[in-house]
């Protein structure tokens, strides 16, 4: 397993053929900033003026009451942000219902969503993977939505003052949490917390990504004003083809020959590894890079750690919503046919760029027996 991890590393900064992948044009590649030619750059410009957030809920968000949940869950990130910017990152003494060491960036993240879906007008029932029990916060009772929510996920790199996130799933109150699949969300959101937050959403005919701090030195509205939300990416698609890869749990490799087999094809064909250990930037990067795959099988040595409803759900809509696709590591299935039986339920994924999913597939889920 050593040797694998060293190869890894060391073929992350290989140079592979400009044959073999031709990049998106919002991408650079092969050095042009005097890096290897394995780094991917992004080409997108700065716009004269970006539409807002109300702009674009209004354009493509129908439903009224999901565009307030979508504000109201943004405000909280937005708040976390300025949270985690002065927070020290500390044991709080306390423990999660799974008996996990409780940082004090945690408990602050997760007191915020708390505080947010009970002050929202149109929210049902929250739960957090924090403490796994969906919980009424309806007082009025006109509540639509359940959101479940990983608030800090990151929890282990956090300290190195790496990116972190917050993820979110939100489901209509025909059919709650329970019983629900992946594709019953009304939507779903992501927050990437890095030098800028950024937030990717599900909207009707896509997934766009929102920047929050707006300043008069970065984005301006079309009538001249400034606003804390702005749209920096609209309907992202993600390509069918990718060279970034981000493999989690190898261990599993030592019990899984297809997933040897896949690592091995991943060094031999030159992709490059951009793997932290953080469910969100490695996932994140396929909506700014426009390609890539995350892998996750599992094995009785390495048993499933993603939770369904908390983060393979969420990110599954948001990932095929931009033309990715998923696998739940177990059928070969979307990870959003996946039924929902308990609030902690655990799953093995792949999701990114299509054919990549497909490769997974083939030889990891259809090599298993």
């Known amino acids: 397993m050593k040797l694998i991890l060293a190869t890894l590393f060391v073929a992350s900064a290989s140079a592979f053929s400009n044959t073999a992948f031709k990049p998106r044009s919002d991408v650079k590649l092969f050095g042009e900033y005097g890096a290897s030619s394995t780094s991917f750059y992004t080409t997108t410009e700065k716009q004269d003026s970006y539409a807002s957030l109300a702009d674009i809920l209004g354009e493509k968000c129908k439903d009224e009451k999901l565009r307030e949940v979508i504000t109201d869950m943004l405000n909280a990130c937005a708040d976390i942000t300025e949270a985690l910017r ?28 708390w505080e947010a879906v009970k002050d929202s007008k149109v929210i049902r029932e929250g739960a957090s993977e924090e403490d796994p029990i969906v919980r009424d916060v309806d007082t009025s009772g006109d509540g639509e939505y359940t959101v479940c929510w990983d608030p800090l996920d ?3 790199i956090v300290d190195n003052n790496w990116a972190v996130g917050t993820i979110m799933g939100i489901w209509g109150k025909e059919t709650g949490l329970i019983g629900a699949k992946g594709s019953d969300q009304k939507t779903a959101l992501v927050a990437l917390y890095g030098p800028r937050t950024t937030v990717v959403v599900a909207l009707d ?22 606003e804390p939300w702005i749209c920096s990416r609209e309907k992202i698609q993600i390509s069918e083809d990718c ?8 261990r599993a490799a030592q019990d899984l020959p297809g997933y040897k087999s896949l690592i091995d094809h991943y060094m031999l064909n030159r992709y490059t590894l951009r793997y ?35 983060e393979a759900a969420p990110f599954g809509l ?8 998923t696998s739940d590591g177990i059928s070969g299935n979307s990870i959003l046919d996946v039924q929902i039986n308990a609030v902690d339920q655990r799953t093995p994924l792949c999701i990114g760029s299509a054919n990549e999913v497909d490769r997974f597939n083939d030889l990891v889920v259809n090599k298993k027996d």
């Open 86 to 113: 002065t927070a020290l990152v500390t044991v709080e003494g306390s423990s999660n219902t799974f008996g996990d060491a409780q940082l004090s960036v945690d408990v602050v993240a997760d007191n915020i969503m």
């Open 154 to 156: 990151g929890s282990s």
């Open 205 to 226: 005919d896509g997934t766009y990504e929102f920047s929050y701090g707006c300043t008069p030195e970065g984005c301006q509205l079309p009538d001249g004003t400034w």
């Open 243 to 250: 060279k970034i890869f981000a493999p989690a749990n190898m």
């Open 276 to 310: 932290s250990g953080g469910l969100v930037p490695d996932v994140y990067q396929q909506f700014t890079k426009t390609q890539g795959v995350f892998s996750n099988p599992t094995s009785d040595g390495s048993p499933a750690k993603l939770r369904l409803a908390f």
């Open 318 to 325: 948001l990932v095929e919503k931009a033309g990715g696709k």
